[in-house]
């Protein structure tokens, strides 16, 4: 890279929440951002971003459209990518039988397909580069059978997996792998997983600015992984050591809707 020259940082789901703050970070410590999401208000984040001198070009792309991902793999050109923060995600609320199969697939394809399949396509040209860094935005909740969050939960159960897995086998190639995983965190997830009428969709939650500082610190440090807040080490903790049924009863007294539902037909 020529001198002077910026490494490019690419970050998915960062149009708000965690990975617009993880955007943030990244804009702050030199890197040339393309930043993506699939909703319009991309644009805003970037417009955001850019105020403070950083170059940010915006993508809007749905990582669960194949097509939608070549887009914006196609966007990085012959740029070598610094840094790839995996951070696109969807939640999912209610119980499994009362959700639209559509919805579940949509986040299955986002949280997985389409991540793996990005991480895949720039993982391979850092391998080829003998350098680079992967920070996934897995979570907590990959530790616990998530009762009304199950399809979400298992999501983030592979991601975590994942992303250890990985950072084996690309232990002596130059290139880290380094999983963040948040707890609970005031962002815009639990309005669009519909899961306002829960205990965890209105406790109080960690803020989204130090959860991404704590995950960018940790991919530059390449650390293997992190778990954001005190409260939710403490979770991690517990989670390794209880039984499986027992975490789905708590975890059911966290997500389960206030009003119960009535049953679709």
């Known amino acids: 890279m020529p001198d002077g020259a910026r490494e490019l940082a690419v970050v998915t789901g960062a149009s708000t929440g965690i990975g617009f703050e993880l955007a943030r970070q990244c804009a702050a410590h030199g890197f040339e951002l393309l930043i993506a999401a699939d909703e319009p208000e991309i644009e805003a984040a970037a417009e955001k971003l850019g105020r403070g001198g950083a170059s940010v070009e915006a993508v809007q792309a749905n990582l669960a459209s194949t097509e939608s ?40 394809e986002t949280n997985v397909t389409g991540t793996v399949y990005l991480i895949h396509k720039i993982g391979r040209d850092m391998r080829a580069r003998r350098a680079g860094r992967i920070l996934i935005t897995g979570s907590i909740a990959g530790f616990m059978p998530g009762s009304y969050q199950a399809v979400y939960n298992g999501t983030k159960a592979f991601l975590d997996s994942f992303s250890y897995a990985l950072r084996e086998e690309l232990k002596d190639t130059g290139v880290t792998v380094t999983c963040l995983m948040p707890g609970p965190t005031e962002t815009e997830f639990f309005r669009r997983a519909d899961m306002l009428d829960t205990k965890v969709g209105t406790d109080r939650k960690d803020d ?44 059911t007294k966290m997500a389960a809707p206030r009003r119960k539902e009535r049953r679709q037909k």
């Open 69 to 108: 991902a070549n887009e914006l793999y196609a966007r990085i050109g012959t740029r070598p990518v610094g840094a790839l923060l995996a951070n696109a995600g969807r939640g999912l609320g209610k119980a499994f039988l009362d959700q639209s199969f559509a919805d579940i697939r949509h986040v299955i």
């Open 208 to 251: 989204a600015a130090q959860v991404a500082e704590n995950g960018f610190e940790a991919m530059m440090k390449g650390d293997a992984g992190v778990v954001s807040g005190w409260k939710n080490k403490i979770q991690a903790t517990a989670a390794h050591v209880l039984p499986a049924e027992t975490l789905a009863r708590q975890h």
